[in-house]
């Protein structure tokens, strides 16, 4: 197995604790303060643990090389890039858009690395 494959696993996997770790700080700020809305509040806390289940199952899948798993992880890596740029520049919060943006560049120059793209590749497919 490729070291740039191990380390792009490693990368969403720090991306799922990170999710994971959002939605605990959602959760605190729901559960010690007054939300405008409880529902969209707790739709907040479980979309973020979805994105960190998602986020780990394809880690998992990765550091397995399971031939499926690299797409998905390039979509989510795209989504999360988006996610930053807004986060940071039209939300005015670089201090978390600006990682974001970091962690998705890493992402996918490790999964465009020759021996990341042919350890995908499967004979007979």
Known sequence: MPRSVRWAAVVVAIEALGAL??????AW??????????????????????????????????WRAASWSRGPVVVL???LALLGYTTAFQGNAPAVGIPLL?????ELYLLATPEARLAFLRPGR
């Open 21 to 26: 770790a959002g939605a605990a700080v959602l």
């Open 29 to 62: 700020l729901t559960l010690t303060s007054t939300p405008g809305s409880v529902r969209s509040a707790v739709a907040e806390i479980v979309f973020a643990v979805l994105a960190a289940a998602a986020l780990g199952f394809c880690a998992r899948a990765l």
């Open 77 to 79: 890596q795209l989504l």
């Open 102 to 106: 970091a962690l998705a560049a890493v």
